[in-house]
């Protein structure tokens, strides 16, 4: 995947995948936009916020290689118990993982300084978010994964389509139709609020194994 959009975020990819971690100093860092991932025959988008600096950025797959216990590993734990995944964790692009009926994906493809991507930076990456979902046509529900992704994805529903009035809330289990049921395109797919796996929440049991069941369960319903 080539992009060069954003000067910011392309620099500090390379930075980071040049001075790297100092417990993957012999490991060849990906450093690039980093794709989704997942079932071309997916019902059900989950969209994150952007690549750990040393997790995607280093291995190239969305939500992979962040550490025991990070992200990715919590993300997968969720889909796997739902029937989604078919191992519980996300270390190495080669650990044998696949995705059954779900697509992830990233608002921002490259790995931002602080794990926080700007606004034009995001708008910049909608092409990228298109390109995939235009190559999904079996999409149902796109379960947002933080607020950064909620908007992001009602920000790219509203490129084509009229924004939803009231402007639907993110909260954890949030639900928002945008358009009427049968709506072609992105604006006919229903949009499910998640809180983000990061170890900010799932450490302080802000995020818990169980609220990943309830919406993964919700959402496969909708899917």
Same mark, same amino acid.
């Given at each position: 995947?080539?992009?060069?959009?954003?000067?910011?975020?392309?620099?500090?990819?390379?930075?980071?995948?040049?001075?790297?971690?100092?417990?993957?100093?012999?490991?060849?860092?990906?450093?690039?936009?980093?794709?989704?991932?997942?079932?071309?025959?997916?019902?059900?988008?989950?969209?994150?916020?952007?690549?750990?600096?040393?997790?995607?950025?280093?291995?190239?797959?969305?939500?992979?290689?962040?550490?025991?216990?990070?992200?990715?590993?919590?993300?997968?734990?969720?889909? +796997?118990? =739902?029937?989604?995944?078919?191992? %519980?964790?996300?270390?190495?692009?080669?650990? $044998? /993982?696949? *995705?059954? @009926?779900? &697509?992830?994906?990233?608002?921002?493809?490259?790995?931002?300084?602080?794990?926080?991507?700007?606004?034009?930076?995001?708008?910049?990456?909608?092409?990228?978010?298109?390109?995939?979902?235009?190559?999904?046509?079996?999409?149902?529900?796109?379960?947002?994964?933080?607020?950064?992704?909620?908007?992001?994805?009602?920000?790219?529903?509203?490129?084509?389509?009229?924004?939803?009035?009231?402007?639907?809330?993110?909260? +954890?289990? =949030?639900?928002?139709?945008?358009? %009427?049921?049968?709506?072609?395109?992105?604006? $006919? /797919?229903? *949009?499910? @609020?998640? &809180?983000?796996?990061?170890?900010?929440?799932?450490?302080?049991?802000?995020?818990?194994?169980?609220?990943?069941?309830?919406?993964?369960?919700?959402?496969?319903?909708?899917?």
């Amino acid at each position: 995947m080539a992009c060069t959009q954003c000067a910011r975020l392309r620099a500090y990819c390379l930075e980071v995948a040049q001075t790297k971690r100092k417990a993957y100093r012999n490991e060849a860092y990906w450093g690039r936009p980093v794709p989704g991932f997942g079932d071309p025959a997916a019902r059900m988008l989950v969209l994150g916020l952007a690549p750990a600096a040393h997790g995607a950025n280093r291995t190239g797959r969305v939500f992979t290689g962040d550490g025991r216990g990070g992200s990715g590993d919590f993300l997968m734990g969720g889909l +796997h118990r =739902a029937g989604l995944a078919s191992i %519980p964790t996300s270390q190495h692009p080669d650990d $044998g /993982l696949a *995705l059954r @009926g779900v &697509f992830v994906a990233a608002a921002a493809r490259c790995a931002p300084p602080g794990n926080k991507p700007l606004p034009h930076e995001v708008a910049n990456c909608r092409v990228h978010l298109a390109a995939e979902v235009a190559a999904l046509p079996h999409l149902r529900v796109v379960v947002a994964l933080g607020k950064v992704a909620w908007d992001a994805w009602l920000a790219f529903v509203a490129t084509s389509t009229p924004r939803p009035r009231p402007r639907p809330v993110f909260s +954890h289990g =949030a639900v928002a139709r945008l358009a %009427p049921a049968g709506t072609p395109g992105p604006a $006919g /797919l229903t *949009l499910v @609020g998640c &809180f983000h796996p990061s170890r900010q929440n799932t450490h302080t049991g802000r995020v818990t194994p169980a609220m990943y069941d309830e919406v993964f369960a919700l959402a496969s319903r909708i899917a």
